[in-house]
């Protein structure tokens, strides 16, 4: 495939993409999202790798246009890998929900190509904090791009990118950040526009 035929091809798929995410589950995720903050709850961010790159941005999104109190446990690098020296990457996420009293007013939002899989022995510290959400009676949401993950299986709402096989990472995780984007910025959820929005709306009046 030349350069050429890859771009049409990426940017054919990226629009398909855009034309198929459920609107409706992504209003319930931002009421559900609301009910959160309402509740006095907190969201905690999860992702490993790219997703982790997105937890960190989205924590600040989330905290500063959604009003929601926001970590992420990848965002302290000395306690992740002082963790993951001492006990293990597994539950090296887990642990740090259960320091921080991980409840039922709290969510997960997790970000992850393949949702992971205990059985597949995939993303696993992911999976252990999943099922501890799940116990602890926190809601949990996600971005993910397989049906038979434990997010899809697990969460309360999860959007699904169904990408074409060859380029799996690069659009699921490029949606990852068109829906919580599209989320921060959901009239019912958010608190303040951007700073450029509000720059626009000046000029404009």
Known sequence: MSSTDHAAAYYAATADLAGQIPHEDVERMARELVAVREGGGRLFLLGVGGGAGHASHAVNDFRKLAGIESYAPSDNVSELTARTNDDGWDTAYSAWLETSRLNERDAL?????????????????????????????????????????????????????????????????????????????????????????KLEAADAK
């Open 109 to 197: 939002f997790v970000f992850s190509v393949g949702g992971g899989s205990r059985e597949h022995n995939t993303s696993v510290n992911l999976v252990n904090a999943m099922e501890l959400g799940k116990e602890r009676g926190a809601k949990l949401f996600g971005v993910c791009g397989m049906p038979g993950g434990t997010l899809a299986e697990l969460a309360d709402v999860v959007i699904r990118i169904d990408a074409p096989a060859a380029l799996k990472t690069p659009l699921v995780e490029s949606f990852q950040a068109v829906v919580w984007h599209g989320l921060v910025c959901h009239p019912e959820l958010a608190v303040q526009a951007g700073h450029w929005e």
